[in-house]
């Protein structure tokens, strides 16, 4: 009689639920060069949020009410949490009005209370519009991944 054993290592990478985060609101620090309007190189609106998970992933979505950008006009935004720089988010004139979705992957931030920030990166040219940013309506959906603690799978087999 023969006796076979394997036995390995086993760990899994499970997906982490969705945390949807509020941003921006109301109460963030909104810094815009002209009333409402981004069209300034560094227009700002940033806040802290505690995130209670690992994330990998975000899907941020924008309310955009307005939206006169024509020609070559366009907004670039910097969105960033803590010091990370989750990705650029390009507002056209094609965009129009309503919820405009981007989707990043970045290295892995740690739960706890990070700044979210987006950033204005550029100047629209003269006479090629702005675009608002509506303080209700807008939120990033965070995941990610979580390891499971590693476990022994062991399997005897006989073999005759």
């Not at 810094?31 to 998970?53: K, L, P």
């Not at 979505?61 to 020609?71: A, D, H, K, R």
């Not at 960033?80 to 988010?89: A, D, K, L, Q, S």
């Not at 209370?113 to 990166?121: A, G, L, Q």
């Amino acid at each position: 009689m023969r006796f076979l054993i394997i036995a390995s290592t086993l760990v899994l990478a499970l997906p982490c639920l969705a945390e949807t985060i509020d941003f921006p609101t109301d109460s963030d620090t909104w810094e815009i060069s002209s009333a409402n309007y981004w069209w300034h190189e560094g227009d700002t609106v940033y806040g802290d949020r505690t995130v209670t998970a690992p994330a990998s992933q975000a899907d941020v979505y924008l309310n955009i009410p307005y939206n006169s950008l024509s020609g070559d006009g366009y907004v670039e935004l910097e969105f960033t949490i803590g010091p990370e720089v989750i990705g650029y988010m390009v507002i056209l004139p094609s965009h129009g009005t309503g919820i405009v979705s981007f989707s990043f992957t970045f290295p892995t931030i740690p739960p706890g209370t990070h700044e979210f920030r987006y950033y204005e990166t550029n100047l629209v040219c003269g006479g090629c519009g702005s675009i608002q940013i509506d303080p209700t309506g807008g939120y990033v959906e965070l995941s990610g991944t979580t390891a499971v603690q590693p476990g022994t799978w062991s399997s005897v087999k006989s073999i005759y």
